[in-house]
C-alpha cells in the first residue's frame, strides 16, 4: 500500500520535491480528493469516509475542528471566484445530501432527505 503523498512543484525548475506523506487509517485507495487552496485546505475520500488535510503541510487537520465524516458516497466543493472563505460544501450519503460552510471550522448549515421513488 502507498501512502499517500503530497508533492509540491517548483515551476521555475520544473523539480519535483517530497515534501511529506500520510497513510490514512483505512488503508485503503483514494476515491477522490479535492485541493481547497482559498481555505488551505484539501478534502479526501477514501472507502467512505472523507478526511480534511492542511495545505500545503498536508498534515490531518484536528479532528477537533474537523472531524472526519463516514457513510460518505461523493462530495462537491462550491468555492468563489473571488476566492474567500467559506467554500460550500455537499456531502452525499445514502439517503441525504448534508450543507456545510468550510472554512478553518466545518459550520453545518441544512440536510435533505433523498426520496426513494
Known amino acids: 500500500?502507498?501512502?499517500?503523498?503530497?508533492?509540491?512543484?517548483?515551476?521555475?525548475n520544473a523539480r519535483y520535491v517530497h515534501y511529506s506523506e500520510y497513510t490514512l487509517p483505512s488503508h485503503s485507495p483514494i476515491?477522490?480528493?479535492?485541493l481547497i487552496p482559498s481555505v488551505s485546505k484539501a478534502?479526501?475520500?477514501?472507502n467512505d469516509h472523507l478526511f480534511f488535510f492542511a495545505l500545503p503541510s498536508f498534515e490531518p487537520v484536528s479532528?477537533?475542528?474537523l472531524r472526519p465524516m463516514k457513510n460518505v458516497l461523493g462530495f462537491v466543493v462550491n468555492e468563489t471566484l473571488v476566492g474567500q472563505e467559506p467554500v460550500g460544501?455537499?456531502?452525499l450519503k445514502q439517503?441525504?445530501?448534508?450543507?456545510?460552510e468550510l472554512g478553518s471550522k466545518l459550520n453545518y448549515l441544512k440536510v435533505?432527505?433523498?426520496?426513494m421513488r
Open 1 to 12: 500500500m502507498r501512502p499517500l503523498t503530497y508533492i509540491n512543484q517548483f515551476y521555475q
Open 31 to 34: 476515491e477522490s480528493m479535492q
Open 43 to 46: 478534502i479526501v475520500l477514501s
Open 63 to 65: 479532528s477537533e475542528m
Open 89 to 91: 460544501l455537499a456531502v
Open 95 to 100: 439517503s441525504t445530501i448534508s450543507f456545510w
Open 112 to 115: 435533505r432527505r433523498l426520496s
